[in-house]
């Protein structure tokens, strides 16, 4: 699963490269209808959804193998309420995850800001 993909193409590059089955989300309908639009050649490799991250109850417990964050914590870290909107997506990102899955997550913080 990829978190609030936006118009990342990175997808894309990871379907080229042999990934299969992967779901990117966004919360914005009109992102997700655009990468519909522009990958229709990829459709059984790439799913999209709009969905928000925060908030999952869609996808089972433990339902994938993977979860790639490229930015989404970095957002919800610069807005109003950053605690509890980055609390939780993190506490959603555990649940969907299967036993011994990863969350990666790719940050243009810098390390001191990550890191606290």
Same mark, same amino acid.
């Given at each position: ?17 042999? *990934? ?12 997700? #209808?655009?990468? #519909? ?20 109850? #869609? *996808? ?42 990863? *969350? ?8 001191? #800001?990550?890191?606290?």
């Amino acid at each position: 699963m990829q978190l609030g993909v936006g118009t990342s193409r990175l997808q894309v590059d990871m379907a080229d490269n042999g *990934y299969q089955n992967i779901m990117s989300i966004d919360y914005s309908v009109v992102a997700i #209808q655009r990468l #519909q639009n522009l990958y229709p050649g990829y459709n059984r490799t790439l799913q999209y959804a709009v969905a928000d991250a925060r908030a999952m109850p #869609q *996808y089972a417990n433990g339902g994938f193998y993977g979860v790639l964050d490229k930015g989404t914590l970095d957002a919800l870290l610069c807005g109003d309420s950053e605690a509890a909107d980055s609390a939780a997506m993190l506490k959603e990102v555990l649940r969907v995850l299967a036993p011994g899955a990863a *969350y990666v997550m790719i940050t243009s913080g810098q390390r001191l #800001q990550v890191m606290g």
